[in-house]
Nanobody
């Protein structure tokens, strides 16, 4: 059974940085898509960044391009999200998610993902 466990959330002032980690276990395939999503109170869950563990596919939401970096350590089955120059609007619960055969045109859509972590809170104060 696939399990995803996030860590690394916290509180930071605007302009600061945080790094999130997601440890995956029980994944039955060598290559799959993993992504970071976030959900602020009263808003829909939105895709932040997605990475294909087989390489060569990385997608970012326009709102985080140039400030956030997604990466993976395949040997450790761990996904990371380095978040720099954080803004207050980044405040949300951040979720790690995984899927095996998504529609490639919908990689940032939450409904393409089957497996989810429990989420970690990120709070950015102004």
């Amino acid at each position: 059974q696939v399990q995803l466990v996030e860590s690394g959330g916290g509180s930071v002032q605007a302009g600061g940085s945080l790094r999130l980690s997601c440890s995956a276990s029980g994944v039955p395939y060598d290559n799959y898509f993993m992504g970071w999503f976030r959900q602020a109170p009263g808003k829909e869950r939105e895709g932040v960044a997605v990475d294909y563990t087989g390489g060569d596919i990385t997608v970012y939401a326009d709102s985080v391009k140039g400030r956030f970096t997604i990466s993976a350590d395949n040997a450790k089955n761990t996904l990371y999200l380095q978040m720099n120059s954080l803004k207050p609007e980044a405040t949300a619960v951040y979720y790690c998610a995984a899927t095996f055969r998504p529609d490639p045109t919908r990689l940032l859509r939450a409904d393409e993902y089957t497996y989810w972590g429990q989420g970690t809170q990120v709070t950015v104060s102004s």
